[in-house]
């Protein structure tokens, strides 16, 4: 990655329906994010958060696709200053806000540098459509959308789709799938590596094995949903789902990612401090970055 870090605070909870991971951003601040990436030598500028719309001052709309125009504003502003530091040879880091965020994330990234690889690191798929959503949440959609799964809907001046290379997509930590979610996997052969593939093989041959897979030209991202950790470790996320990374293979996860060198750009999201305890998920998410931008114990 570049020694230059862009960081974006995209504080958007339309996605989803329990209130406070807007403040997400704000929590990974607080924790002394942008200290901890000035302690790796790197230079780290905050471009501050992106306009968002609130629940209280907006129509839900579409129950199908739930406040799909407010989200599509928020990513549209997210996928400028993602392109941005792209261009500018920068290394994109998003904070979340919900999983949804990451529409703007991907997209940004391929209008700027064409269509790429994805590693989700994530205990849901996010690979619903609007015909197959049981909430009509759109930050459980968002992957498919990127895929251009979800149709015409999801398209936006500011990206192309499918901003992401279907052929190079990875899923790690999955442990609750809907039903056409599985469907969506058969389909596309997105490889997927599961909580029970982690207890199997363990956490590093699971992540060698995705990046290696999602590797290739244009970018790769690394979104890292914080309920992929075990809630006894991060309790600060709004679905959470017991069986989790543990607090050590999450940081191993993050260690190989770093050691790969070949990402272009992070994003931690679903960071809810209202559901957290003394800001502990926010310090986490914080040390997580750090161990993917070089931290090591020696």
Same mark, same amino acid.
């Given at each position: =990655? ?19 991971? #807007? =403040?997400? &951003? ?42 799909? !125009? ?10 400028? *200053? ?7 040879? =920068?290394?994109?880091?998003?904070? %979340? ?6 529409l703007g994330t991907l997209g940004g990234l ?16 996010? *690979?619903?459509?609007?015909? /197959?959503?049981p909430s009509g949440n759109v930050h459980g ?10 149709? #015409?809907? @999801? ?36 490889? +997927? ?5 982690? $207890?199997?093989?363990? +956490?590093?041959?699971? +992540? ?8 290739? &030209?244009? @970018? ?8 992929? +950790?075990?809630? $006894? ?5 709004? /679905? !959470? ?12 996860? =993050? ?6 060198g070949i990402a272009t750009s992070l994003e ?24 993917? *931008? %070089?931290?090591?114990?020696?």
């Open positions: =990655m570049p020694g230059r870090v862009a960081i974006i605070g995209a504080a958007l909870d339309l996605g989803q329906t329990r209130r406070g991971v #807007d =403040m997400g &951003p704000s929590a990974i601040r607080y924790a002394g994010l942008a200290a901890r990436l000035e302690e790796l030598g790197l230079d780290t500028l905050d471009w501050g958060n992106v306009e968002s719309a609130v629940a209280e001052a907006v129509v839900g709309g579409d129950e199908r696709i739930r406040y799909l !125009p407010q989200v599509k504003g928020t990513c549209g502003r997210i996928a400028r *200053l993602v392109s941005q530091a792209a261009r500018e040879e =920068m290394t994109p880091l998003v904070l %979340g806000g919900d999983h949804s965020v990451a391929a209008a700027a540098l064409g269509p790429g690889g994805v590693l989700w690191i994530d205990a849901h798929a996010d *690979l619903n459509t609007p015909d /197959t959503s959609m968002v992957l498919a959308a990127a895929l251009g799964l979800c149709g #015409d809907e @999801f398209e936006s001046a500011e990206w192309r789709l499918p901003a992401v290379d279907p052929t190079r997509v990875a899923l790690v930590g999955v442990r609750r799938l809907d039903p056409g979610e599985k469907q969506a996997l058969g389909r596309h052969g997105i490889r +997927i590596a599961t909580m029970s593939d982690v $207890d199997r093989i363990g +956490i590093e041959r699971c +992540i060698r094995e995705a990046l290696a897979h999602v590797a290739g &030209p244009g @970018f790769v991202h690394v979104s890292l949903d914080a309920d992929v +950790i075990d809630p $006894d470790v991060a309790p600060g996320v709004g /679905t !959470p789902v017991r069986g989790g990374l543990s607090y050590r293979e999450a940081h191993l996860a =993050m260690e190989l990612v770093s050691e790969a931690v999201v679903e960071v809810n401090p209202i559901l957290d305890r003394s800001n502990e998920t926010a310090k986490l998410a914080v040390e997580l970055l750090a161990s993917a *931008l %070089g931290a090591r114990i020696l």
